[in-house]
């Protein structure tokens, strides 16, 4: 059977780039993107674009039975910033809507899901350094307890009712084709447009706060593999570690010298450092490695380099 994808979140930071990737590789006619609302956007004018609300049970059944879909990818959810304002939704949007689609795959409705995951699973009581795929996990923020509770729920379904559900703790992600979305590590988004508009960025995390962060050319790389590999090779039915590199507010600074020497930081940590604090500053991501052949093509100065070419051909036009 072919496979037919129903992105639900299509507009958001990863949906953006992953339903273009998902276009290239499946096909366009292949491809169903859904969001809660119609933007005039890329997502909408090159493909199958649907408005869905992932809360509602009756719509994402209706649209996979429209479509024969067989594959979902997840990516609708309040990140770490948002959902400390909005506890209640952020629970409400992050759980019901994974259930929604638990449950569809667990009546034999679509072969298999992609659920987005994170490093905010992890708290303040676990090692902040090359955090290890076992360890403590008392997440501190709304978003984090919904990510982990929402692992455990995708290796219940998985060994309950053999429901083939594929997760990802991504670590902090970086685009420069949307702008930021309400995460804590989005200061690493801005910094980069920040750069090119004003020469100088204030950050809302202080200088040395290190956090495992990834290009988005590398995180949709990920995605894909994953749901393309057999599923035997997916020992790991929580979510699994994943990373690419480490850096702090001053890190990337020094490195965004390099391309503009009189670019200058400050810092003045906001509501979000407490957030930032409680997560790990860098990610072991070996089994990742071991068991699908995980491996990130981006670092500090590939990814760097890239952000201003394509901020400056595309979004600046400088
Ligand atoms: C956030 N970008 O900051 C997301 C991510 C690890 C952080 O999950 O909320």
Redo the contacts with the bound molecule.
């Keep these: 059977m072919d496979t037919k994808v129903l992105i639900i979140g299509a507009c958001g930071?990863i949906g953006t780039e992953l339903t273009a990737k998902l276009r290239a590789t499946y096909g366009v006619e292949n491809v169903v993107a859904s969001d809660i609302r119609k933007l005039e956007n890329d997502v909408v004018k090159n493909g199958i674009f649907e408005v869905l609300n992932a809360l509602d049970y009756n719509q994402i059944e209706y649209l996979i039975e429209k479509y024969e879909i067989t594959d979902v990818y997840l990516m609708a959810a309040l990140?770490?910033?948002?959902?400390e304002k909005n506890p209640a939704f952020a629970w409400d949007l992050n759980m019901n809507s994974l259930f929604h689609v638990l449950n569809i795959a667990k009546a034999g409705k679509i072969k298999k899901i992609f659920w987005?995951?994170?490093?905010?699973v992890f708290g303040p009581t676990t090692p902040r350094e090359n955090t290890p795929q076992y360890t403590v996990m008392e997440p501190s923020?709304v978003?984090?307890i919904s990510?982990q509770t929402g692992e455990r729920w995708c290796e219940y379904y998985f060994k309950q009712y053999g429901v083939d559900v594929r997760s990802i703790?991504?670590?902090?992600?970086i685009s420069w084709s949307t702008e930021p979305?309400?995460?804590?590590?989005?200061y690493a988004v801005d910094i980069y447009h920040k750069a090119i508009l004003d020469g100088k960025f204030t950050s809302f995390l202080s200088e040395n706060s290190a956090?495992?962060m990834m290009y988005m050319d590398d995180a949709i790389k990920a995605t894909v593999g994953i749901m393309q590999v057999p599923a035997e090779q997916i020992k790991i039915r929580s979510s699994y570690n994943l990373s690419a590199m480490s850096f702090t507010p001053r890190e990337i600074a020094e490195e965004i010298k390099k391309h503009y020497p009189d670019f200058t930081i400050g810092y003045n940590p906001d509501f979000?450092q407490k957030?930032a604090d409680s997560?790990p500053a860098s990610i072991d991501d070996s089994y990742a490695r071991a068991d699908w052949g995980w491996q990130n093509d981006f670092t500090i100065e590939n990814m760097t380099e890239d952000m201003f070419t394509n901020l400056k051909t595309h979004v600046y036009k400088k």
């Design positions: 930071q990140l770490s910033a948002t959902a987005p995951s994170s490093i905010a923020t978003y984090g990510k703790r991504y670590p902090g992600l979305g309400g995460g804590t590590t989005d956090l495992p979000r957030i997560w």
